[in-house]
């Protein structure tokens, strides 16, 4: 499977510079990217498909950030002498590769939830009521 973003589109968007161990893991984290993304938008636009495999691969890296927060932590807090911290992620654990709400939204994915009926198809064509 060939993977939608290349190292190079990972990095321009990496506020560090990745190892040699890093490019290789990051290549193969663009492949396995490039096989969600089929699998739940396999229409979506090439710029999008690019821009989401960047952001799946940023967060299972790591930015590099030094903050000290957690990739795609939404809340969290740290404690004192008291050694406590917590974090809230949404979307996935931090180093996993997922796809997160405004990835769904740029591929054109819609986060809706629906339902089907099965007796559905056995209603009659013209459902019109007579009077």
């Given at each position: 499977?060939?993977?939608?973003?290349t190292i190079?589109?990972?990095?321009?968007?990496?506020?560090?510079?990745?190892?040699?161990?890093?490019?290789?893991?990051?290549?193969?984290?663009?492949?396995?990217?490039?096989?969600?993304?089929?699998?739940?938008?396999?229409?979506?636009?090439?710029?999008?498909?690019?821009?989401?495999?960047?952001?799946?691969?940023?967060?299972?890296?790591?930015?590099?950030?030094?903050?000290?927060?957690?990739?795609?932590?939404?809340?969290?807090?740290?404690?004192?002498?008291?050694?406590?911290?917590s974090w809230?992620?949404?979307?996935?654990?931090?180093?996993?590769?997922?796809?997160?709400?405004?990835?769904?939204?740029?591929?054109?994915?819609?986060?809706?939830?629906?339902?089907?009926?099965?007796?559905?198809?056995?209603?009659?064509?013209?459902t019109e009521?007579?009077?």
């Open positions: 499977m060939a993977a939608y973003a190079e589109d990972v990095q321009a968007r990496m506020t560090r510079t990745l190892t040699e161990d890093e490019q290789s893991v990051c290549s193969a984290l663009l492949e396995d990217a490039a096989v969600m993304i089929d699998a739940i938008a396999p229409n979506a636009s090439a710029d999008a498909k690019t821009v989401v495999s960047c952001r799946m691969v940023i967060r299972a890296l790591g930015d590099g950030s030094g903050s000290g927060y957690p990739i795609g932590a939404s809340q969290g807090s740290m404690s004192g002498l008291g050694y406590s911290q809230t992620v949404s979307g996935g654990a931090t180093g996993e590769l997922y796809i997160g709400k405004a990835d769904r939204t740029l591929l054109g994915c819609s986060n809706k939830i629906g339902s089907y009926s099965p007796v559905q198809e056995l209603a009659p064509e013209n009521a007579s009077i």
